[in-house]
């Protein structure tokens, strides 16, 4: 194989990173730049000799690479991308490359859906691996029983993608999950979210019923039965369509669902076919019930045994920053989360106070998402954290960029909450979200901090000093 250079505009994208590592590992030079560089995706790049360079400039990409890899967050006017188009580069997007270079030649598993997808890749992928099929993957995350967020493996195998639905790039601007050619498809949920790129419900539904357009006749959509709109997406397509979920109607039941006593996870029963199966998994949370039995029916679909596949839920160790915990001791528990929309807030609080009835839950949350710091769900917040005993917001981010009237109205969502008896409020800086937890958090208390950015590492701060203080 000759060696290629690649160059990638955008390198700390998880997505664009786990890339990079790909192919570096089939032997290609890889060089990368970015302004925003925190981990888990920077110690990755540092810990594959992947170098970066910041800030953005022309001179980056010289000597001219062979390829250029453009991540979505860039723009006209980055002066990468106008050095590119200038000079008549071979750029090309993420998705384009991920396809063209690992998904052609494998059977193509995608795991789709507004929540789910990083923990719904990351259990299918372990479990593929550890029933003995030749799998690849890809993961917006870093699932913990690999330690890195991809995989490769030699064409004729499996290769398990978390596709997005977020836009390809500024010259493509279909989402990422178009590119990704599926036999097998998984699609947990519909909601709104990302509306910077979408306009409504509807512009969502469409774009995933465009993808659907690309399934071949014998592959198999499975969908969450109890998402009205997932379903109605599902039946767009040409392929044909397994439902999951707790609701009767759907063809694998999900039935009584218990925290296991003495233990961080979960049980639950399986109607599917006929058959009632027991499961168990090292997951708090409905929402991760569901998770598991999306990986659970790609296996059996795939001739994988229930034995076998329970082995390998038992040996799942997380996704990092995915309800993870990082004191070391139990007596106050600190939990990273990326939760950012509210049914995600809800669902990561729902799943603690589950597991831990009796315990004062503090919720910490930045609001920093295009949609989160809008006011698009501002009638579904105060339900998100009605479980949490207090919740802290950090500032609004880049909150100068948003005009007044379309901001989450964070003060209204503190009287909300107040209004349901919760203790509520906003403080301005990391250091004062700190000294706040470190002061108030008591023995059997548990913090959850939620952000999808890396938040000022403040959760990692409030975690040692939990573990000094216990």
Not at 337 to 355: K, L, Y
């Amino acid at each position: 194989m000759d060696q290629k250079h690649f160059h990638f505009s955008g390198v700390c994208g998880t997505a664009m990173a786990s890339l990079a590592v790909l192919l570096k590992n089939r032997g290609h030079r890889i060089t990368g730049s970015d302004e925003n560089i925190y981990p888990p995706m920077s110690d990755l790049l540092a810990e594959n000799g992947i170098e970066v360079f910041t800030p953005y400039h022309r001179d980056n990409l010289k000597p001219h690479p062979d390829f250029v890899v453009l991540g979505n967050v860039l723009s006209r006017g980055n002066p990468e991308v106008e050095y590119a188009l200038e000079s008549h580069l071979h750029y090309l997007s993420m998705a384009e490359l991920l396809k063209n270079e690992f998904i052609r030649g494998n059977k193509s598993v995608v795991i789709t859906g507004t929540h789910g997808k990083t923990t719904t890749t990351s259990l299918a992928a372990h479990v593929f691996h550890q029933c003995g099929k030749p799998t690849g993957f890809m993961v917006g995350g870093v699932p913990e029983n690999f330690g890195t967020s991809s995989k490769d493996v030699e064409k004729g195998g499996y290769f398990i993608v978390e596709g997005d639905e977020y836009d390809t790039s500024f010259f493509d601007k279909r989402s990422k999950f178009f590119h990704y050619l599926p036999d097998l498809l998984v699609i947990n949920n519909i909601e709104f979210d990302h509306a910077d790129i979408f306009s409504s419900i509807d512009d969502i539904k469409r774009s995933f019923s465009l993808m659907l357009r690309q399934m071949p006749g014998n592959g198999l959509i499975l969908v969450n039965g109890d998402d009205d709109i997932a379903v109605e997406v599902a039946k767009t397509g040409f392929s044909p369509y397994i439902t999951f979920g707790t609701g009767e109607d759907c063809d694998a039941v999900i039935r009584s669902q218990q925290p296991l006593v003495g233990e961080l996870g979960m049980k639950f029963n399986l109607l599917f076919e006929e058959k009632e199966s027991s499961w168990k998994i090292p997951l708090l949370g409905e929402f991760n019930i569901r998770n598991a039995t999306a990986a659970i029916l790609l296996a059996l679909n795939q001739g994988i045994s229930p034995g076998a596949i329970q082995s390998a839920l038992s040996g799942f160790k997380n996704v990092k920053r995915r309800l993870q915990q990082l004191t070391r001791t139990n007596e106050i528990r600190v939990f990273d989360d990326f939760a950012h929309h509210p049914t995600a807030i809800e669902g990561t609080i729902a799943a603690i106070r589950n597991a831990w009835p009796q315990a004062r839950i503090h919720a910490i949350f930045e609001a920093r998402s295009n949609t989160a710091v809008r006011r698009y769900h501002q009638n579904k917040m105060a339900r998100a954290f009605s479980q949490a005993d207090t919740v802290t917001f950090y500032k609004l981010h880049r909150e100068q960029n948003i005009p007044p009237e379309e901001r989450l109205d964070v003060k209204q969502l503190i009287s909300e909450l107040g209004a349901r008896d919760i203790f509520a409020q906003q403080l301005e800086s990391h250091d004062s979200i700190v000294e706040y937890c470190v002061n108030t958090a008591k023995p059997s208390d548990i913090v959850v901090v939620m952000s999808n950015g890396a938040f000022g590492g403040i959760q990692y701060r409030i975690a040692e000093e939990m573990d000094k203080k216990c």
